[in-house]
């Protein structure tokens, strides 16, 4: 079964660690992440400035962890995240930034991308919220 | 079609779960996840003819049990269910 699974909620929101459990138990159930969006403020999840405290849950680190060892495709929505400071190379330079906070594995690009993953997916799984 | 109805927030803080309960098919299930599983608390009987699903950490961590007409699934079995039904919808 090939999913899409769309994050809406950033890193610190129990709603992300449920989307990454829910990804582990998928592809530990054999079956196929086609693509995982991150959109509204789950861009926050693939930021690589968060600094967790050290009695908690890194969901950012799990989530980039997860995404590279699994080779996913980690796609942020380049809308959401330059209207929340998540900027890669390539847009902290043509925006004049002073700070990149967003590397591989994550990849910016645009809401095609969701509605590609959809097209060629199963299942579209969505978290957000609490 | 069958569609699995995925809830987080807490009934007691807004509308979603009574929005859902009305427009809830003959086929489709709800799943409670996160502050959702207090719904399972409720003295109303709403629920109980109702397929109704809960995340199991989140009973745990709410220290909630499971009513006989629920069923406590982990995350292998909440992947299973979004297979079985034809959609997932999430109230997010």
Redesign the interface.
Known sequence: ?K?AIAL?SAAHA??SR?AL??A???L??G?EIVRLFFYQDGVHSASSNIVTPQDEQDLAQQWSTFVSNNQLDGVVCIAAALRRGVLNNDEAARYQRPAVNLQAPWELSGLGQLHDAIQSA????????? | MSTLHVL???PFSDTRLDSCLRILGRGDALLL???AVYALQQQSSTLEDKTVFA?EEDLQARNIECPQWAVAI???A???L??QYD??N???
């Open positions: 079964m999913f809406y129990p709603s449920r459990r829910f582990e138990a998928a530990a159930g079956h199963d299942r579209l799984i969505c978290f957000g919220g609490p | 987080s927030h807490s996840c996160g502050d995340l982990d995350y292998p909440f992947v299973d979004s297979i959609k997932v999430s109230w997010l």
